[in-house]
């Protein structure tokens, strides 16, 4: 658990942990560098849990985090939780179990909720995962939805390496997209609702532009080790991934204007994804351009 700042909801996250059914886990909290009590709040529950364990260190990043988390724990399976998501009571015993009867299985995942700021259930699901993930499917977009959903053998960890040290965004799309380049695991979901992911209230213009920025950061790491991929992909994937941030702005409620730019991009990187996917672009251009051409008559 990589924990930063994040005193206000972090005594929900870690009860979702201890009130798992699978009660056989060992939590590494790493604490990166926060200003507020996080770190306090992790102890007092460690000194009455001795599963759970602290250790701090000046801010060095999610990715750093993450990888300094999972070279302390011993465990053949390795789940990640963000300090401020929630975890379904059977979460760790369903994801254990599919991977006792799936040895075939590197990286298993089930859908999410999305919650609100404030940690009320949205009703907002996302999509069924579907059975078999090719590379290209985590270059454009990310099934998953977050690290917090994610049980992963050991193994794989070691076999691919641990997610780029200075990357904050798309980190885990990242290692997603080298896992499936690998080859050696399969990326399969469950299909229930097993993560509830915390949507963030505020800078949403800046974090916005700090995904896109990170995704393209993704497509460099990505040339290293996968370049005819990406030469055949890219413009697909980028309007996909613009298409993506478009809906983004739509559900944290942003400027219209942003929005409106991230789809008409989108559609200039590659206009076909209207003929390919054409439900999920049409209705999200539609309700872009619908806010941004309402906008002026709104209080």
Not at 19 to 34: F, N, P, R, Y
Request: overall charge positive; aromatic content about 8%; hydrophobic content about 40%.
């Amino acid at each position: 658990m990589p924990i930063h700042n994040a005193a206000g909801c972090l005594r929900e996250t870690l009860r979702s942990l201890q009130h798992q059914s699978h009660t056989d886990w060992e939590l590494i909290a790493v604490d990166d560098g926060s200003s507020d009590n996080s770190a306090a709040m992790v102890s007092a529950v460690a000194q009455e849990d001795s599963r759970i364990h602290l250790l701090r260190q000046p801010n060095a990043g999610v990715s750093c985090t993450r990888n300094r988390g999972v070279a302390l724990c011993k465990a053949p399976l390795i789940a990640f939780l963000d300090a401020d998501d929630l975890w379904h009571p059977d979460k760790l015993r369903l994801h254990v179990d599919y991977h006792a009867y799936h040895p075939e299985v590197g990286v298993s995942y089930a859908r999410v909720e999305f919650l609100s700021p404030g940690g009320t259930p949205t009703g907002l699901l996302a999509a069924v995962p579907r059975s078999g993930h090719r590379p290209v499917d985590f270059l454009c977009e990310n099934p998953t939805n977050t690290t917090s959903n994610w049980v992963i053998q050991r193994q794989v960890f070691t076999s691919v390496g641990g997610f780029v040290s200075d990357m904050s965004y798309s980190e885990d799309l990242e290692w997603l997209l080298r896992v499936a380049c690998d080859g050696r695991w399969q990326i399969a979901g469950l299909p229930q609702v097993l993560t509830y992911y915390r949507t963030s209230a505020g800078g949403l213009s800046s974090s916005l532009q700090r995904m896109e920025q990170g995704w393209l950061r993704l497509i460099q790491e990505a040339r290293r080790y996968a370049p005819e991929l990406v030469a055949k992909h890219f413009a697909t994937a980028q309007a996909i991934h613009l298409r993506y941030l478009a809906r983004r702005s739509l559900r944290l409620g942003g400027a219209p204007a942003i929005g409106t730019d991230f789809m008409l991009r989108s559609l200039r990187s590659d206009w076909r994804i209207l003929l390919r996917q054409p439900r999920r672009t049409v209705l999200t251009a539609l309700a872009v351009f619908a806010r941004q051409l309402l906008a002026p008559f709104r209080p």
